[in-house]
């Protein structure tokens, strides 16, 4: 693998190394502030404000990603605080993210006068493009791995990367023995938020109800993790975490986005009736 993709040497002739997590995690940002920014346009926002809207959800995003990643690891993050308040592309739990970015940028549409649903609907196929991005830069680094597996595709990771360490500490294998084997989680979740992607674009092309594909594509990627979450390895997480970050965190996400489908079908359907009865009406007193 590659965890460390290239080296910036600068004026004073330090050498600045650029890991593929970092890199990665930043072109995905970057990408998802340009997708929502070309959204925001297309409704007519003005630069400034669109670019208030950028700052605001990236900053909510990455508060709620750090705080999730924090009460995951409480115990770590108690023992070396200084570190919740880092300013860098690490220790962030994605649906924390999403979990303080979404209402915020309810509240910024709301202020702004936008028509939320469409315009989520929208963003939707391009945050999974952007959550896929981010697991380029986790399998190039190694982090984010998968328990053990005889499975063909299971991928090996090089002597001394995150997940042979993982082995060796917990006694799974001899330090005489080579890496072994484990599911590519990384992969996984890759095409988990590719598919939610696809199926929310699906969803725009056949013109269904506003903010449906929105909610297809946040309860596909949510279950999909969840699906992810039991084939991966959390070798410092308490088992308090477990249970918090994926029955929990997972389970939640998807009953919020079920509830969502509803909502939209049943102001689609009432809107349909209502339709139907006026026509009816219509054709009577004719």
């Known amino acids: 693998m590659y965890p460390q993709l ?22 995905a940002l970057v990408y998802i502030a340009v997708a929502a920014y070309l959204c925001l346009k297309r409704f007519n926002l003005s ?9 605001i959800l990236s900053v909510s995003f990455l508060i709620g990603a750090r705080l999730l990643y924090t009460l995951l690891y409480l115990p770590q993050a108690t023992a070396q605080p200084a570190g919740i308040f880092q300013l860098h592309l690490g220790n962030f739990a994605l649906f924390g993210g999403f979990a303080l970015a979404l ?32 697991r380029v830069g986790c ?6 791995y998968g328990k053990l597996t005889n499975m063909p595709w299971g991928v ?27 599911h590519p989680t990384q992969l996984y979740e890759m095409f988990v938020a590719l598919l939610a992607s696809f199926l ?3 969803a725009l092309r056949k013109k269904m109800p506003d ?5 297809v594509f946040g309860f596909s ?34 009953m919020i986005f079920a509830l969502w489908i509803i909502k939209v079908y049943g102001f689609s359907l009432s809107g349909f009736k209502g339709r139907v009865l006026k026509c009816k009406t219509l054709n009577f007193k004719a």
């Open 6 to 27: 290239f080296e910036v040497i600068i004026n004073s002739g330090q050498v600045v190394t650029v890991s593929a997590y970092r890199f990665f995690g930043l072109v």
């Open 221 to 254: 990627f949510a279950l999909g993790r969840l699906i992810v979450f039991f084939f991966r390895a959390f070798p410092v997480a308490e088992s308090y975490s477990n249970i918090l970050r994926g029955p929990v965190v997972y389970g939640l996400a998807m």
């Open 200 to 202: 929310a674009w699906y």
């Open 47 to 55: 630069v400034v404000k669109s670019l208030l809207c950028i700052i």
């Open 103 to 134: 209402p915020a940028w309810w509240l910024l549409n709301l202020a702004f006068n936008l028509p939320f649903f469409k315009i989520t609907d929208q963003l939707a196929p391009h945050t999974g493009v952007a959550a896929a991005l981010l």
């Open 211 to 215: 903010g449906l594909a929105a909610a």
């Open 156 to 182: 090996s990771f090089p002597v001394f990367s995150p997940a042979h360490r993982a082995q060796l500490y917990s006694g799974g294998i001899s330090t005489l023995l080579p890496p072994q084997a484990i």
């Open 139 to 144: 399998f190039l680094a190694g982090c984010c």
